[in-house]
């Protein structure tokens, strides 16, 4: 069950760039998710995300502690729908339908967590350095808050200058 999960039912073993296949597939299944239940699905959905991969991780990486997998995407999952909230939060307050996720939003969501996962600035990779199974999990929670603060101020921007 930890593999199933830690690997989001085996989207981790796609090559290559199996963190970015991790990534587009919480894309696809957090617009899902947006568009059924709108932001307080996905909000769920990003808990649950987040607690049962600080589980996943710690039971298979069990016995690699200072492994971080690439198969593992569990993690870029829970940070990529860290990263989604923000927009779907926007357009929910909008009262925008639920099946309306403007592409720039999820677009942007998606190339500025992948930015902050790979480059790695200042608290993501103090968490990345930990070398345990909280690490793994922690770096991306962190690269997905900082993508949502980018989403967020790239659209304000975008709206108040082209609008």
């Given at each position: 069950?930890?593999?199933?999960?830690?690997?989001?039912?085996y989207?981790?073993?796609?090559r290559?760039?199996?963190?970015?296949w991790?990534?587009?597939?919480?894309v696809?299944?957090?617009l899902i998710?947006?568009g059924?239940g709108?932001?307080?699905?996905l909000a769920?959905?990003?808990?649950?995300?987040?607690?049962?991969?600080f589980?996943?991780?710690?039971?298979y990486?069990?016995?690699r502690?200072?492994?971080?997998?690439?198969?593992?995407?569990?993690?870029e999952v829970?940070?990529?729908w860290?990263?989604?909230l923000?927009?779907?939060?926007?357009f929910?307050?909008h009262?925008?339908?639920?099946?309306?996720?403007?592409?720039?939003?999820w677009?942007?969501?998606?190339f500025?967590?992948?930015?902050?996962?790979?480059?790695?600035?200042?608290?993501?990779?103090?968490?990345?350095?930990?070398?345990?199974?909280?690490?793994?999990?922690?770096?991306?929670l962190?690269?997905?808050?900082?993508?949502?603060?980018?989403?967020v101020i790239?659209?304000?921007?975008?709206?108040?200058?082209l609008?």
């Open positions: 069950m930890s593999r199933l999960i830690a690997t989001f039912f989207v981790g073993y796609l290559p760039m199996s963190g970015t991790g990534s587009a597939a919480a696809a299944v957090g998710l947006h059924i709108g932001f307080p699905l769920a959905a990003t808990v649950a995300a987040i607690g049962w991969g589980w996943a991780c710690e039971t990486l069990a016995l502690p200072s492994d971080d997998p690439s198969e593992v995407v569990i993690d829970a940070g990529q860290i990263a989604l923000f927009p779907s939060f926007g929910w307050m009262g925008l339908d639920n099946w309306t996720f403007p592409y720039p939003g677009v942007a969501a998606f500025f967590f992948r930015l902050f996962d790979i480059w790695k600035p200042w608290v993501i990779g103090r968490a990345d350095r930990r070398g345990d199974p909280a690490g793994v999990m922690l770096d991306d962190w690269a997905g808050l900082f993508a949502g603060i980018a989403t790239v659209a304000g921007l975008a709206h108040g200058l609008m």
